[in-house]
């Protein structure tokens, strides 16, 4: 499998955790259903791609770039779409969490089998 397509695999399992997160924020402790059964079909999604793409990425490689990844998007998600603030601390972790899945991908040569 050519390793761009099972990157954008992963991407995609990346949105959808995103997207579903998003979704449980404005599902507000599941008392609307429209964003609870977005959320549900989101995350389904999500950990679909995600198994996928662990044929090919090692599993805490791949759980690296998911788990960094998506904090730093829903991070951003939170800021923008529901007015959460993010202090000099936390923009300082969200750059340090971006350099430690860059040196995985750039200089780790067990990203990909």
Known sequence: MNITAVYAVLV???VFEVLGTS??????HFSRLGPTLVMVVCYAVAFYFLSWSLRYVPV???YA??????????SLVGYF????KLDLAAIA?????????????????????
């Open 12 to 14: 995609a399992a990346i």
């Open 23 to 28: 979704a449980m924020q404005a599902a507000q």
């Open 60 to 62: 805490g490689i791949a």
């Open 65 to 74: 770039i998911w788990s960094g990844l998506g904090i730093v998007l829903i």
């Open 81 to 84: 779409a529901f007015g959460q």
């Open 93 to 113: 972790g969200l750059g340090l969490i971006i350099a430690g899945v860059l040196v995985l991908n750039l200089f780790s040569k067990s990203t990909f089998h």
